[in-house]
Nanobody
Framework: VQLQASGGGLVQAGGSLRLSCAAS????????MGWYRQAPGKQRELVAT???????NYADSVKGRFTVSRDNAKNTMYLQMSSLKPEDTAVYYC????????????????WGQGTQVTVSS
Protein backbone atom coordinates (compact mmCIF):
# COMPACT_ATOMS: atom_id res chain seq x y z
CA VAL A 1 0.00 0.00 0.00
CA GLN A 2 1.26 3.47 -0.89
CA LEU A 3 -0.06 6.89 0.04
CA GLN A 4 0.89 9.74 -2.28
CA ALA A 5 0.40 13.26 -0.94
CA SER A 6 0.46 16.21 -3.31
CA GLY A 7 -0.66 19.80 -3.68
CA GLY A 8 1.69 21.62 -1.36
CA GLY A 9 3.47 24.81 -2.30
CA LEU A 10 4.19 28.42 -1.45
CA VAL A 11 1.25 30.75 -0.85
CA GLN A 12 0.76 34.17 0.68
CA ALA A 13 -1.08 34.61 3.95
CA GLY A 14 -4.81 34.60 3.34
CA GLY A 15 -4.48 32.33 0.34
CA SER A 16 -5.69 28.80 -0.30
CA LEU A 17 -4.27 25.42 -1.20
CA ARG A 18 -5.79 22.00 -1.79
CA LEU A 19 -3.90 18.91 -0.76
CA SER A 20 -4.63 15.42 -2.07
CA CYS A 21 -3.70 12.01 -0.72
CA ALA A 22 -4.18 9.02 -3.00
CA ALA A 23 -3.93 5.47 -1.67
CA SER A 24 -3.01 2.59 -3.95
CA UNK A 25 -2.17 -1.08 -3.66
CA UNK A 26 -3.96 -4.17 -2.40
CA UNK A 27 -6.62 -2.20 -0.56
CA UNK A 28 -9.77 -3.91 0.60
CA UNK A 29 -11.10 -0.92 2.54
CA UNK A 30 -9.94 2.24 4.28
CA UNK A 31 -11.34 3.27 7.62
CA UNK A 32 -10.19 6.59 9.03
CA MET A 33 -7.91 8.86 7.00
CA GLY A 34 -6.17 11.87 8.40
CA TRP A 35 -3.90 14.82 7.80
CA TYR A 36 -1.07 15.64 10.16
CA ARG A 37 1.59 18.31 9.99
CA GLN A 38 5.03 18.90 11.40
CA ALA A 39 6.67 22.29 11.58
CA PRO A 40 10.44 22.66 12.05
CA GLY A 41 11.43 21.94 15.63
CA LYS A 42 7.93 20.82 16.59
CA GLN A 43 6.17 17.52 17.03
CA ARG A 44 3.83 16.13 14.44
CA GLU A 45 0.27 17.21 15.18
CA LEU A 46 -3.18 16.22 14.05
CA VAL A 47 -4.85 18.54 11.55
CA ALA A 48 -8.02 16.69 10.56
CA THR A 49 -9.47 13.22 10.23
CA UNK A 50 -12.36 11.72 8.31
CA UNK A 51 -13.97 8.33 8.67
CA UNK A 52 -15.26 6.19 5.82
CA UNK A 53 -18.74 7.45 6.71
CA UNK A 54 -17.61 11.05 6.36
CA UNK A 55 -17.43 11.99 10.02
CA UNK A 56 -14.81 14.68 10.45
CA ASN A 57 -12.66 15.99 13.26
CA TYR A 58 -10.44 19.08 13.25
CA ALA A 59 -7.74 20.61 15.36
CA ASP A 60 -8.98 23.80 17.00
CA SER A 61 -6.32 25.79 15.16
CA VAL A 62 -7.80 24.98 11.73
CA LYS A 63 -11.53 24.83 12.44
CA GLY A 64 -13.47 27.06 10.09
CA ARG A 65 -10.51 27.39 7.70
CA PHE A 66 -9.73 23.82 6.59
CA THR A 67 -12.10 21.23 5.18
CA VAL A 68 -11.27 17.54 4.88
CA SER A 69 -13.12 15.33 2.42
CA ARG A 70 -12.65 12.01 0.67
CA ASP A 71 -13.70 10.06 -2.39
CA ASN A 72 -14.04 6.46 -1.27
CA ALA A 73 -14.32 5.18 -4.83
CA LYS A 74 -10.92 6.69 -5.62
CA ASN A 75 -9.33 5.97 -2.22
CA THR A 76 -8.41 9.64 -2.11
CA MET A 77 -8.61 12.25 0.62
CA TYR A 78 -8.44 16.01 0.23
CA LEU A 79 -7.68 18.96 2.47
CA GLN A 80 -8.98 22.33 1.33
CA MET A 81 -7.04 24.98 3.20
CA SER A 82 -8.27 28.58 3.19
CA SER A 83 -7.30 31.75 5.03
CA LEU A 84 -3.83 30.33 5.44
CA LYS A 85 -1.56 31.78 8.09
CA PRO A 86 2.24 31.70 8.42
CA GLU A 87 1.81 29.37 11.38
CA ASP A 88 0.28 26.80 9.02
CA THR A 89 3.72 26.37 7.46
CA ALA A 90 4.73 22.73 7.85
CA VAL A 91 5.19 19.43 6.09
CA TYR A 92 1.76 17.87 5.76
CA TYR A 93 1.44 14.10 5.99
CA CYS A 94 -1.51 11.88 5.24
CA UNK A 95 -2.36 8.76 7.16
CA UNK A 96 -4.80 5.94 6.48
CA UNK A 97 -6.07 2.98 8.47
CA UNK A 98 -6.10 0.35 5.72
CA UNK A 99 -7.51 -3.14 5.51
CA UNK A 100 -5.22 -4.93 3.06
CA UNK A 101 -6.29 -7.98 1.13
CA UNK A 102 -3.64 -10.32 -0.15
CA UNK A 103 -3.89 -14.01 0.67
CA UNK A 104 -5.21 -12.94 4.06
CA UNK A 105 -6.74 -9.78 5.44
CA UNK A 106 -4.56 -7.51 7.54
CA UNK A 107 -5.07 -4.04 8.97
CA UNK A 108 -2.38 -1.42 9.50
CA UNK A 109 -1.77 2.33 9.43
CA UNK A 110 0.10 3.78 6.48
CA TRP A 111 1.77 7.16 6.01
CA GLY A 112 2.39 9.26 2.93
CA GLN A 113 5.71 10.94 2.22
CA GLY A 114 4.63 14.46 3.12
CA THR A 115 4.12 17.62 1.12
CA GLN A 116 5.54 21.02 2.07
CA VAL A 117 3.21 23.94 2.68
CA THR A 118 4.81 27.34 3.12
CA VAL A 119 2.76 30.42 3.94
CA SER A 120 4.50 33.75 3.60
CA SER A 121 3.48 36.82 5.58
Amino acid sequence: VQLQASGGGLVQAGGSLRLSCAASGSIFSINTMGWYRQAPGKQRELVATITSAGITNYADSVKGRFTVSRDNAKNTMYLQMSSLKPEDTAVYYCNADVMVRTTVFSRAPYWGQGTQVTVSS
